[in-house]
């Protein structure tokens, strides 16, 4: 039936229409987003030695309440965690793009692959600007009985898990990218291992206020430092 439909006294006419999903380019097809994954690899192979360093004071802060404190306590540790951060900035943006972590669709039309990363870079940005402008208005406003390492552990301890983050989905995607896993379950388990890392970075913060804070006021502390950039977030992600 379907070469009856060609089919034209006898003369066979072949369709002329492309293949529109064959003829889409793929994410890797884009000269932009190459040159980011090779920035991204070149950042990793200059961040190696000090993420060897780092690993046992990141660890720490899994494990226990005071890993996160002992890391403020070292200038010299803070600063690499610091570093570390800012460099892991451009591989979390290349994998965040690649996966679509933070999906937003008003862009779509355009299809501007850095117009893509662009969006990405700021939305992460603004998070993070976010936090540190709550932190500096609520610790002002409200200050909260905390030495200097105290405090610098409660506002800081997001990066150590951030590093983390991003160092487990290097490695989950070293996996995927062996087992051919398909894209939305990829996305999906890190989804899952970001909102883990997430809860244990919440819970460590609220043990180190409430060591030093009522109920009540840890409480308003963790809505007003934590729930509300990540509320924020989740609204740029579902309204744009």
């Known amino acids: 039936m379907l070469i009856s439909r060609y089919m034209d006294l006898g003369s066979l006419h072949l369709s002329t229409v492309p293949d529109m999903a ?21 950042v990793l192979l200059v961040v190696l030695p000090e993420l060897r360093q780092l690993m046992p004071a990141l660890t720490g802060g899994l494990s226990r309440r005071r890993g996160n404190i002992e890391i403020e306590h070292s200038l010299s540790v803070a600063r690499s965690r610091n570093y570390c951060a800012r460099m892991l900035f451009i591989p979390f943006i290349v994998v965040a793009d690649r996966y679509d972590l933070l999906p937003a669709d008003y862009l779509a039309p355009w299809s501007e692959p850095w117009l893509r990363l662009a969006e990405i870079a700021g939305m992460v940005l603004g998070f993070v600007l976010l936090r540190v402008i709550l ?18 552990a409660v506002r800081k ?18 996996v995927f990218v062996f087992t051919h896993s398909c894209d939305e379950i990829v996305r999906h388990v890190i989804w899952c291992e970001g909102i883990v890392l997430w809860c244990i970075s919440i819970w460590r913060e609220k043990q180190i206020l409430g ?13 007003g430092l934590e729930f509300l950039p990540v509320a924020v977030l989740a609204l740029c992600v579902l309204l744009l």
Not at 23 to 37: F, I, N, Q, S, V
Not at 211 to 218: D, E, I, Q, V, Y
Request: proline residues 6%.
């Open 22 to 42: 064959a003829a889409l380019p793929g994410w890797a097809d884009y000269p932009e987003h190459r040159w980011m994954t090779v920035a991204a690899a070149v």
């Open 135 to 152: 932190h500096a208005l609520i610790f002002a406003a409200f200050p909260p009985r905390l030495d200097h390492e105290t405090g610098s």
């Open 157 to 174: 301890g997001f990066y150590n898990y951030f590093i983390i983050f991003t160092l487990g989905v290097l490695l989950t995607l070293c």
């Open 211 to 223: 060591a030093n804070c009522s109920g009540l006021r840890t409480f308003l502390y963790l809505c």
